[in-house]
């Protein structure tokens, strides 16, 4: 008989919205055992599952699924190492909606299996558990006598430093600042994606014997191909794409407005938020505004009003269906009482006397045909014009590429966008022994997309250092 299926997902515990607006602690409490057994009993376990396709490094998800619902956590905690050496960070930011649950068959006809979910239960638990999980007893190949620098120390970089480890090769992680983590650090908040997380994840990878170098910026300290006549066999770039955009509208050098990397930078990567206790200060106005759609407009709104701010908006030019933003981030964000401006463009901002900011001039839009990606152009409404009153702005348009380690590395092509050019499949660039993967090579994007990036660069480096000897 065939075995029936729960059609509803098991609900995963939250803190309450009017709660959590008062601290900075995770919002998602994630599933206990019971809860997880549950929901992994809902897959469907097909023969031909459509889940693996959609995860950019290939984590057998019905097999540690299989396992959960055998009560066999140790092996589901294998299974995902296999191929994630960074699971409990995956289960809490990855858009699984758009990748592995977006391809799950039982999502045809019901709501999919909580796959992200259950993957952050079993790292956690694996983290909670490291000698019963067995996880973190690593026996690793007889080294290569190759070695390879990584820089960058982001999602990209250390999945492609952990399995070059795990290949055999000696591996040293370049990175620029002073905390290993890249954008896991500096860019997503405690709230969402807490750091001791984070620092468990790289410790992992530091155990595999892999070596990181903080304060190490490639392309001012020392260059690429210093790094290649100091021994290293292969270089991969996993740099990502910090700088800024901004809008390049009258008004935007004014006080009190911030680039998002900048307020994000200071708040979770140099503890702002723990002021005086850390000794990097950040002004909050009592009315913000955030301009943009994506997670990191989300997470700007939703720190403004754990930091104090009375009201915080969200300025965005297309309408709720066409923000890039995940959509539980932007449910979240609606709960804590973000209000949400749709079609709506920042024409000018207005300064006091003393140079702060005091408002914004903005146009109301409406949505015309669709672009190149699908999503609907917002065109200007002529004589739409007002004025929002605010002393806080934080410009959240999207990252581009930093360009110095790319111009201080000769032979290293880039795109008209200021990316480096690289192979999709292999990371492989047009300089010879150098590979590159994630947002420097992508732009902007997800954590797992640049982590498949690295896995498939890590590869083809292995594949390179064994065939040339």
């Not at 309450?16 to 057994?37: C, Q």
């Not at 191929?83 to 592995?100: D, F, H, I």
């Not at 998002?260 to 708040?267: G, Q, S």
């Not at 994630?438 to 292995?462: E, H, L, N, P, W």
Request: charged share 25%; proline share 6%.
């Amino acid at each position: 008989m065939a075995k029936k299926i729960n059609p509803n997902r098991v609900p995963v515990p939250e803190q309450k919205p009017e709660v959590r607006i008062r601290n900075v602690d995770e919002v998602v409490l994630g599933y206990d055992f019971d809860m997880a057994f549950e929901e992994a009993n809902r897959c469907l376990q097909l023969p031909k599952p459509g889940c693996i396709k959609g995860c950019p490094v290939e984590v057998d998800i019905p097999g540690f699924i299989r396992a959960i619902q055998e009560r066999d956590l140790p092996r589901s905690a294998k299974i995902l190492w296999d191929k994630n050496s960074l699971p409990a960070v995956c289960g809490r930011v990855c858009p699984q909606e758009r990748q592995c649950e977006g391809t799950c068959i039982l999502g045809k006809k019901a709501p999919s299996v909580a796959i992200g979910k259950l993957e952050r239960f079993v790292a956690d638990w694996a983290r909670e558990h490291p000698s019963e999980s067995g996880v973190f007893d690593i026996k690793l190949p007889k080294p290569s006598g190759k070695r390879v620098a990584v820089v960058g120390s982001g999602p990209a970089g250390l999945t492609a430093a952990a399995d070059l480890a795990k290949y055999g090769h000696k591996v040293t992680v370049f990175e620029a600042l002073h905390e290993a983590g890249g954008v896991l650090m500096y860019g997503i908040p405690e709230f969402r994606l807490p750091k001791k997380i984070v620092k468990a994840e790289i410790d992992y990878v530091r155990s595999l014997g892999v070596e990181i170098t903080v304060n190490s910026v490639i392309g001012r300290l020392t260059s690429v191909d210093e790094l290649l006549k100091d021994g290293y066999s292969a270089v991969f770039l996993g740099i990502g794409a910090g700088a800024p955009m901004f809008l390049h509208i009258s008004g935007e050098n004014l006080n009190g407005i911030y680039s998002a990397n900048e307020y994000l930078v200071r708040i979770n990567l140099m503890k702002s938020y723990l002021f005086p206790e850390y000794d990097t200060p950040i002004k909050i106005g009592r009315k913000v505004a955030v301009v943009g759609g994506g997670d990191v407009a989300m997470d700007a709104s939703r720190w403004s009003l754990r930091l104090g701010a009375d009201e915080v908006h969200i300025i965005y030019r297309r309408s709720w269906e066409e923000m890039p933003s995940r959509l539980e981030e932007r449910n979240h964000a609606k709960e804590e009482g973000i209000i949400f401006d749709f079609l709506t463009v920042p024409k000018q901002f207005f300064g006091d006397e003393h140079g702060w900011v005091k408002g914004i001039e903005c146009y109301k839009t409406e949505l015309g045909e669709p672009d190149e990606r699908g999503r609907r152009r917002p065109v200007r409404i002529p004589g739409s014009e007002f004025t929002m009153e605010v002393d806080t702005v934080v410009s959240a348009l999207g990252t581009v590429p930093n360009p110095l380690l790319p111009r201080s590395t000769e032979g290293l092509e880039t795109t008209k966008w200021g990316t480096i050019a690289a192979d999709e499949k292999t990371g492989k660039t047009s300089k010879d022994r150098v590979w590159a993967g994630g947002d420097i090579t992508s732009g902007a994007a997800t954590v797992i997309s640049a982590m498949g990036a690295g896995k498939r660069a890590a590869a083809d480096i292995d594949a390179w250092l064994r065939s040339s000897g």
